[in-house]
């Protein structure tokens, strides 16, 4: 009898005794621990290049300010250097978002009528709260909702600024249209055989008939390369936007905007001018020329 009852008691210590060597050689395992941490761990997304942002009021030379706004010369002594200073806007964060404001009436522009200068500058430094996504991705998207949302219109391969001019109904670009709506030279509307077509001409017909008070260049046709579009060899993405609202009272004003990004920084440049005289037309291949000018010397800044 008391063989019968050592015998289950030898086998439960023996079964023990092995399950506690499986269990510990499997414990002690390197590979099973390498194995187990890299399927739970994964590598986190590069921040973004820049940590900091240049101040925006210092971001703007003087003789660039001259260029802009030629009115901060003929202030008076004792509002000159707050002319030429600006003003900074506020924010909660500078080293995420800041911005400044400079703005200038002058007596003796183009005409002898004056004018009103303004230029703006914002900078965003965009930080990704999401694991999966890096800084530069999260900029590239802030980047592209602006772009959408200022109605440009895709590149068009064959280098044609037809489908420019048909972008979007609502926008700048269709709006500049009305004049001619394939500037590439594929005649004008009046000249066009699908104009009586109501399925063909929906585009031309949007664009001229747009109830936008915004449109780009004047009332007549309006270069290709001064429409609204995307822009080569500035940061690493980039557009330039040109209105001209012609709805509000007395003379007419032109804003010409700029956008780049720059790894995880996003960059806007906002230059307006309102005529002093009831005809005038603000010239937007200057105000162009000025606006590109002063973004490339900012971005070639985030590089040095």
Not at 120 to 130: A, H, I, K, N, Q
Not at 201 to 214: D, F, L, N, V
């Amino acid at each position: 009898m008391r063989g019968k009852a050592w015998a289950p008691g030898v086998a439960v210590l023996l079964a023990v005794a092995l399950a506690g060597c499986t269990g510990g050689e499997n414990a002690g395992d390197p590979d099973a621990k390498r194995g187990a941490s890299d399927t739970t761990t994964a590598a986190a997304p590069r921040p973004g290049r820049f940590d900091t942002l240049p101040q925006p009021c210092k971001a703007v030379d003087r003789p660039t300010l001259d260029s802009l706004l030629p009115g901060l010369r003929e202030l008076a002594a004792d509002d000159r250097e707050d002319g030429y200073a600006g003003t900074l806007a506020p924010t909660f964060d500078n080293e995420r978002k800041s911005g400044c404001a400079w703005k200038a009436e002058s007596a003796q522009a183009a005409g002898g009528e004056g004018r009103t200068d303004s230029l703006t500058l914002d900078l965003e430094r965009v930080v990704s709260y999401d694991a999966a996504k890096s800084d530069d991705d999260r900029a590239r998207e802030i980047f592209e909702k602006r772009l959408t949302a200022a109605h440009i219109p895709d590149p068009s391969p064959s280098g044609s600024a037809s489908g420019t001019a048909s972008g979007s109904p609502s926008g700048p670009a269709s709006a500049s249209a009305g004049g001619s709506p394939s500037p590439g030279g594929s005649g004008s509307p009046s000249g066009s055989p699908s104009a009586g077509d109501k399925e063909k001409g929906k585009s031309g017909q949007s664009a001229s008939t747009s109830p936008s008070p915004t449109t780009s260049g004047d009332s007549t046709t309006t270069p290709a390369e001064l429409l609204p579009r995307t822009l080569s060899g500035l940061g690493n993405d980039a557009f330039l936007n040109d209105s001209l609202d012609t709805a509000s009272a007395g003379a007419s004003h032109r804003t010409v905007t700029v956008v780049f990004r720059t790894s995880n920084v996003v960059v806007s440049v906002i230059y307006q001018q309102r005529p002093g005289g009831g005809d005038e037309v603000p010239d937007s291949r200057e105000m162009q020329d000025k606006a590109r000018k002063l973004a490339d010397r900012i971005a070639r800044a985030f590089e040095d």
